[in-house]
């Protein structure tokens, strides 16, 4: 079988299973978040905590919830990594330093799992378990509970209030990411994921040299990292080591789990706003631009100039053998399309114009499909945008589900859009003004800014994949990315929130023959084309210097 029609295969299998999926899934989350009742496990959370699950909140309450919940897991996670030399299972390894500890506590609670460490020779297994892996699913969660929140916004009428922070955090924790981890890790223990407690294993190469082997809870903290859409991997080569990905079908099941949550939301988000056609509308676009993206970066990855690349049939450089260039450039647009960070392959040995596509996934906005809740909540966002566009052009006030876009609800979209670009753009010009930048690069010229710009994007965008390239661990980046990654992470959340608070407020406005039709193609297309537009007139500039220069020089 030829490499072309193998990856062929694989797409679509990929995109079969996802659309199998699609629909019990996202009715059963639906159910989930619209159900009365609390499960026993669920009610002794809540004694623990001390929320009362059935008291609805308006928009300021839920999003004190939101912060407080991140802000105790920050110093929770920052503890256990300044501690971890005294904790049982650490290995032998220190404390972390604590700037870096600041920097992964951060990166962890705020989804985005930059790593600035290599996590065989410097985490323990209670601080990949405890610490680490407990952040994945909260994390998720929170995603999914103010995804659901601005939902609400939209489903809701005549009423400020969003339900309940800490039963939607519960909820999505136990019913949703749990039981499709347990499952998921699983079939990773069965296609030869490593699953132990084991301590290091010293072993001699075949040159003769002794190597350090450090084994762990590997399967289980891959299924969510996934499936969360974190992304942090056990061991520094993530999921290009073998022990996190032994084979072909580990590989599809892990691009499988990075994509089946926020592909099935929209759905969710039909149900829940009473018109499953929306939440058709809703998936279409984020499909339409993940799938132009595999097509571009598998198709500039396999044509890659230079005698090397044409004698290997593509850019081979930086990718496993065991998956070649078809199914890294899957994995690697998957990845950060979702805000997930995972990687098979070195994205700095990416050629100029696709790496330029997988910079360009993430300053979307990392919509389509998005990472776990705020890919959902970020296109909710821009489809508010779109509608108000529209209106624009036909002279008619715009409304989307029934509720009027006013100038409060464009505000607030409008600062959720920029918070991104500018975190991006500050982060990589101080960077580069104090010289920061330039010396954690390892190349020169336009690559070198390129590994600056996807640093900042990844970390502001809350990805967490590298230009493998670059050095992070320094107390600089690891202060100022992981600032980014705080502010990429909770200040869009403000906006939404109150978006939500805004929508839920009013009163719906009756459909007429002059209403947008926000369940058409016709949207999907306009959607698609106002996401473009933004993102373009914001990153081209920083673009052109970096992956554009590099790829038109080649």
């Not at 994921?193 to 002794?210: K, R």
């Not at 306009?526 to 933004?534: A, K």
Request: hydrophobic content about 50%.
């Amino acid at each position: 079988m030829s490499p072309v029609l193998a990856d062929v295969l694989q797409v679509s299998a990929l995109i079969v299973a996802l659309a199998l999926v699609h629909r019990p899934l996202g009715d059963y989350m639906a159910a989930v978040f619209s159900s009365g009742k609390h499960l026993r496990v669920e009610k002794w959370i809540y004694r623990a905590v001390g929320a009362n699950p059935d008291t609805e909140m308006r928009w300021p309450a839920y999003l004190r919830g939101v912060l407080a919940f991140s802000a105790v897991s920050v110093l929770f996670l920052y503890l256990i990594l300044r501690i971890q030399n005294g904790l049982p299972g650490s290995l032998g390894f220190a404390a972390i330093t604590p700037d870096q500890a600041f920097n992964t506590a951060a990166s962890f609670v705020s989804n985005t799992n930059w790593q600035s460490y290599s996590g065989e020779s410097s985490m323990g297994h209670v601080a990949q378990t405890t610490g680490l892996a407990v952040q994945n699913f909260a994390s998720a969660a929170v995603g999914i509970a103010v995804a659901v929140a601005l939902v609400r916004g939209f489903a809701r009428s005549r009423t400020g209030e969003l339900g309940n922070f800490w039963a939607d955090l519960v909820r999505g924790t136990v019913r949703i990411l749990i039981p499709i981890s347990v499952v998921a890790a699983v079939l990773l223990v069965a296609a030869g994921a490593v699953q132990n407690f084991a301590g290091i294993h010293e072993l001699t190469t075949v040159t003769g040299q002794t190597q350090s082997i450090s084994p762990g809870a590997v399967a289980s903290q891959e299924a969510i990292k996934d499936l969360g859409t974190n992304g942090g991997g056990y061991f520094n080569a993530n999921s290009s080591h073998p022990f996190e990905n032994p084979n072909g079908f580990s590989n599809l099941l892990t691009i499988f789990l990075l994509l089946v949550i926020p592909f099935s939301l929209p759905r969710t988000f039909g149900r829940m706003v009473g018109s499953v056609r929306q939440g058709y509308a809703i998936v279409g676009a984020m499909a339409t631009i993940w799938f132009v993206g595999v097509v571009l970066v598998t198709w500039l990855e396999f044509a890659h100039p230079g005698t090397a690349s044409q004698l290997a049939g593509g850019a081979m450089e930086g990718k496993e053998q065991r998956f070649g260039e078809g199914a890294s450039s899957l994995f690697a647009v998957s990845t950060t399309m979702t805000s997930t960070g995972s990687v098979n392959s070195f994205h700095d040995s990416f050629g100029g114009l696709s790496g330029g596509v997988l910079l360009l996934g993430m300053m979307l906005g990392e919509i389509a499909p998005g990472g776990v809740g705020s890919g959902l909540y970020g296109m909710l966002i821009m489809a508010v945008v779109a509608v108000f566009v529209a209106g624009l052009m036909v002279g008619r006030t715009p409304e989307y589900l029934g509720k009027k876009i006013g100038t409060r609800e464009m505000k607030y979209a409008a600062c959720y859009i920029l918070v991104t670009p500018a975190l991006v753009l500050i982060g990589t010009a101080v960077a580069m003004a104090t010289g920061n930048g330039e010396s954690s690069m390892t190349n020169t010229g336009a690559h070198g800014f390129s590994e600056v710009l996807y640093a900042y994007t990844s970390a502001s965008n809350n990805n967490g994949s590298a230009f493998a390239g670059f050095g992070a661990n320094t107390g600089f980046h690891n202060t100022a990315l992981g600032l980014c990654m705080l502010l990429g992470r909770f200040l869009p959340m403000v906006f939404v929130l109150a978006l939500a608070g805004s929508l839920a407020e009013q009163k719906p406005v009756p459909e007429t023959a002059g209403t947008l039709r926000t369940e058409k193609p016709l949207f999907t297309g306009l959607l698609v084309g106002t996401i473009m537009i933004i993102t373009g007139l914001t990153f081209f500039p920083a673009l052109a210097l970096g992956p554009l220069a590099e790829g038109l020089a080649a």
